[in-house]
Every structure is written in C-alpha cells, then in structure tokens.
C-alpha cells in the first residue's frame, strides 16, 4: 500500500486529499472519503489508508483548503452555508471525484462514497446529481436534498447515526427516511443506541460543539457496517 498527496481546486481553494493505493499495479475499485465538518485528519487518513489494505483505491477528500476547524464557532461559520448550498457540495465532491478518477489504478465502473457529517452531505449530494456511484454510506449524514432529486440516486444508500444525535435528531431522521422511501432508493438505516454525534470519531484535544462524543463500540462496528457495505456493492477481485 502506497499513499501519496493530491492538491487540486475547489470552492475557490486550493484542496489536498490523501490518495491510498493498494498494492498490485491493476485497477481496483475505488472509494472516495469524506470528512467530518473540521476536515481532513489523520482520522480519515487512516481510514483511507485501511481501505487501500483492503484492495481499494481510496481518496480522504479535503472541505477547507487543508486546514483543520478546530474552533467550532470557525468550523459551523463556513460548514453551516455549505450544507445549505447543494451546487457547493456538489462542487466539491465533483473535484474530488475527478482526482480519484484521474487515478490510473481507478476502476472508473465501481467508485462509492462514503463520508462522516459534511463529508456524508456531500457523497449524498453527488448521488442526487445522478452520478454513478455503486453505493453512499454515510455517518452521521442524515441530509435531505431538493425535492424529487434523491430520484436521481442509482445506488444503495447505507446511513448510520447515534440515537442520541442532538444534530440528527428523530424529526430528520424520518424526514430522511421519507425521502429516500418516496424515491425508491434502495435504503437502510442504523441507529446506534446511546450513541452522540460523531460517535465514530476518537477523542480529540480541542473544543467540540454539544452533543459530540466517541462511542468505541459503536466505532467499530460502523466502521465493519461500512466495510461490508462496499464488500456487497464493490467486492474486490483479483
């Protein structure tokens, strides 16, 4: 498994992903990472880089220009609009999708997205703009769109979240689930009892908004919801 940088524009910003590559030199199908609403960390890195020992090319995407919202205040000023502008989401995912696409080793017939908060937002959104995806998996992504485009998603989408999520609360949950029923989305939901928002993501060392928190148990098992997700609509053959 190799990893390398990858810097390219979007949203007015010069973006740098994380790119892993599995071993072997043919194509392999691919996946790309979203983050959480700070951004890019070594979290996600690892998670790529896990991905790639599983056979999969995979991009952790960037939301701000390398950098790191630490502050949550900083973090909600420039996520908060994002997520109430479709066209930007979209934006993003679509400069990322063109670098994990650029990649020779990309099997350009089988890429998925998968992404935590904005990240999942974003994987959501480029599904509602009908691109070919085999499969959304989203963490804490419990996002409606513009009515009648979750028509457009040609894929299964998996979603987890914690049923004490105070961001993603039981009214959006429901008002989720109605959307991807009335378009006939292929859809599953996991409620993870007990779990906060977030509950996928260790602890870190600066302030976070209410209602975060680590669930280590739940952690693993939607990280393993997430792996047999993609091993179900993207399995990796040799």
Same mark, same amino acid.
């Given at each position: 498994?190799?990893?390398?940088?990858?810097?390219?524009?979007? *949203?007015?910003?010069?973006?740098?992903?994380?790119?892993?590559?599995?071993?072997?030199?043919?194509?392999?199908?691919?996946?790309?990472?979203?983050?959480?609403?700070?951004?890019?960390?070594?979290?996600?890195?690892?998670?790529?880089?896990?991905?790639?020992?599983?056979?999969?090319?995979?991009?952790?995407?960037?939301?701000?220009?390398?950098?790191?919202?630490?502050?949550?205040?900083?973090?909600?000023?420039?996520?908060?609009?994002?997520?109430?502008?479709?066209?930007?989401?979209?934006?993003?995912?679509?400069?990322?999708?063109?670098?994990?696409?650029?990649?020779?080793?990309?099997?350009?017939?089988?890429?998925?997205?998968?992404?935590?908060?904005?990240?999942?937002?974003?994987?959501?959104?480029?599904?509602?703009?009908?691109?070919?995806?085999?499969?959304?998996?989203?963490?804490?992504?419990?996002?409606?769109?513009?009515?009648?485009?979750?028509?457009?998603?040609?894929?299964?989408?998996?979603?987890?979240?914690?049923?004490?999520?105070?961001?993603?609360?039981?009214?959006?949950? *429901?008002?989720?689930?109605?959307?991807?029923?009335?378009?006939?989305?292929?859809?599953?939901?996991?409620?993870?009892?007990?779990?906060?928002?977030?509950?996928?993501?260790?602890?870190? *060392?600066?302030?976070?908004?209410?209602?975060?928190?680590?669930?280590?148990?739940?952690?693993?098992?939607?990280?393993?919801?997430?792996?047999?997700?993609?091993?179900?609509?993207?399995?990796?053959?040799?």
């Amino acid at each position: 498994m190799t990893t390398r940088t990858v810097e390219y524009p979007a *949203d007015g910003l010069t973006m740098i992903g994380h790119l892993a590559l599995p071993s072997g030199t043919g194509r392999r199908p691919a996946v790309l990472l979203g983050p959480e609403g700070p951004g890019l960390s070594d979290v996600e890195r690892r998670r790529a880089d896990a991905l790639a020992e599983l056979g999969y090319v995979a991009l952790a995407f960037d939301l701000h220009g390398g950098r790191l919202l630490t502050d949550p205040e900083e973090m909600l000023a420039r996520c908060m609009p994002l997520l109430s502008d479709p066209d930007r989401m979209r934006g993003i995912g679509h400069a990322a999708l063109d670098v994990l696409r650029a990649e020779p080793r990309t099997d350009l017939d089988r890429i998925a997205a998968v992404g935590y908060g904005t990240g999942g937002a974003i994987g959501l959104e480029l599904g509602r703009d009908g691109v070919d995806l085999r499969a959304i998996g989203t963490v804490n992504a419990l996002t409606t769109g513009r009515p009648g485009e979750a028509a457009r998603i040609r894929c299964p989408v998996w979603a987890g979240v914690g049923s004490e999520d105070p961001i993603m609360p039981p009214a959006q949950r *429901d008002a989720f689930t109605a959307e991807m029923q009335a378009a006939g989305v292929d859809w599953r939901l996991v409620v993870y009892g007990g779990a906060l928002h977030a509950f996928h993501h260790p602890p870190v *060392d600066h302030t976070v908004v209410p209602g975060v928190g680590y669930h280590p148990r739940h952690a693993q098992r939607a990280w393993r919801d997430v792996v047999d997700l993609l091993a179900e609509c993207l399995p990796v053959t040799e």
